[in-house]
Nanobody, 121 residues
Framework: QVQVVESGGGLVQAGGSLRLACAASGNIFRCNAMGWYRQTPGKQRELVATVTNGGTTNYADSAKGRFTISRDNAKNTVYLHMNSLKPEDTAVYYC???????????????WGQGTQVTVSS
């Protein structure tokens, strides 16, 4: 069994910063990519940033220059440092971990429950 747990959301004023953290735990053979997605009511979940276990990162255009994703491979933990936050960053942020539970199965996606980020103007 695998658990993916986020922390660090909250309320912040525009221009402020927040750091999100996410840890994957349980029966993990190999954790490949980890990342952050976000969703607002009535819209599809969208990519924010991802990072592979080799350190390759990918950012949505809206996140470039303001957000930084990093991970600790030994702890299967990923972080999202968000600076210069805007009201349009308000969303529920979900952590994703693409991982294998054994060497015999292909990687699959596991999701956290989400953490609310609210940016006030």
């Amino acid at each position: 069994q695998v658990q993916v747990v986020e922390s660090g959301g909250g309320l912040v004023q525009a221009g402020g910063s927040l750091r999100l953290a996410c840890a994957a735990s349980g029966n993990i053979f190999r954790c490949n990519a980890m990342g952050w997605y976000r969703q607002t009511p009535g819209k599809q979940r969208e990519l924010v940033a991802t990072v592979t276990n080799g350190g390759t990162t990918n950012y949505a255009d809206s996140a470039k220059g303001r957000f930084t994703i990093s991970r600790d491979n030994a702890k299967n933990t990923v972080y999202l440092h968000m600076n210069s936050l805007k009201p349009e960053d308000t969303a529920v942020y979900y952590c994703n971990a693409r991982l294998q539970t054994t060497m015999w199965v292909p990687p699959r996606d596991y999701w956290g429950q989400g953490t609310q980020v609210t940016v006030s103007s």
